[in-house]
């Protein structure tokens, strides 16, 4: 079956700009997260979602960082008011319940010039 | 002390060795450890997962955990060029969902 699906796949943006990014899940799977990767260092984890339900978004950055999942399938994080430092490769994961294993999307590179 | 520690490497083993990629972890209270295949540009691919002590076996890789003293590792037999990729390892809390990951350690296997 389908695996995980993001778009873009490559976003260029200017600092201040807002950017939304898609992630459309494994057919099925209850859990959502959202993982940050910045060049060299491994995935770090921003949000999670249980159906529509957003769980933990402890790893959100800032308030500039918000993200949704309003029918419990498709998730979108949307960033305002981009930073240079927003640079990196955002990451989508699904697993079929809580606590089972993830599987990762093929990642949004967001460049922030 | 971060919450999980991996040598970035890189790791440099020949053709057809074992190459052996350690993790240590700082929370006890850790109940899933994951190992993940990452190629240059491409996203974190499952290669094992562990719940138990002791080993698990899939193929030319051996997951190895040791609760007590909080180390996961990875064994790849007969290496392949193939296999030159970061390895990432992964701890999931008992009290959460998400995972926390190490930075990776860069495996090139040469020929």
């Known amino acids: 079956g389908a695996g995980v699906s993001q778009s873009p796949r490559y976003k260029v943006a200017k600092r201040g700009q807002d950017v939304a990014l898609r992630c459309d899940p494994i057919?099925?799977?209850?859990?959502l997260f959202w993982y940050q990767q910045a060049l060299g260092q491994g995935p770090e984890f921003l949000t999670y979602?249980?159906?529509?339900?957003?769980?933990?978004k402890s790893g959100l950055p800032s308030d500039r960082f918000f993200a949704e999942r309003p029918e419990g399938s498709v998730s979108t994080l949307k960033i305002q008011r981009t930073q240079q430092e927003d640079s990196a490769v955002y990451l989508c994961?699904?697993?079929?319940?809580?606590?089972?294993?993830?599987?990762f999307g093929p990642g949004t590179r967001l460049l922030v010039l | 002390q971060k919450e999980v520690e991996q040598n970035s490497g890189p790791l440099s083993v020949p053709e057809g060795a074992i190459a052996s990629l350690n993790c240590t972890y700082s929370?006890?209270?850790?109940?899933?450890f994951f190992w993940y295949r990452q190629y240059s540009g491409k996203s974190p691919e499952l290669i094992m997962f562990?719940?138990?002590?002791g080993d698990k076996e899939d193929g030319r890789f051996t997951a190895q955990l040791n609760k007590a003293s909080q180390y996961v590792s990875l064994l790849i037999r007969d290496s392949q060029p193939s296999d030159s990729a970061t390895y990432l390892c992964?701890?999931?809390?008992?009290?959460?969902?998400?995972?926390?990951f190490g930075t990776g350690t860069r495996l090139q296997v040469t020929l």
């Open positions: 929370d006890r209270g850790s109940q899933s």
């Open positions: 994961a699904s697993s079929l319940t809580d606590k089972e294993t993830q599987y």
């Open positions: 057919s099925g799977h209850v859990s």
């Open positions: 979602f249980q159906n529509e339900a957003q769980l933990d």
């Open positions: 992964a701890v999931m809390p008992g009290t959460a969902s998400k995972l926390t």
């Open positions: 562990i719940y138990s002590n």
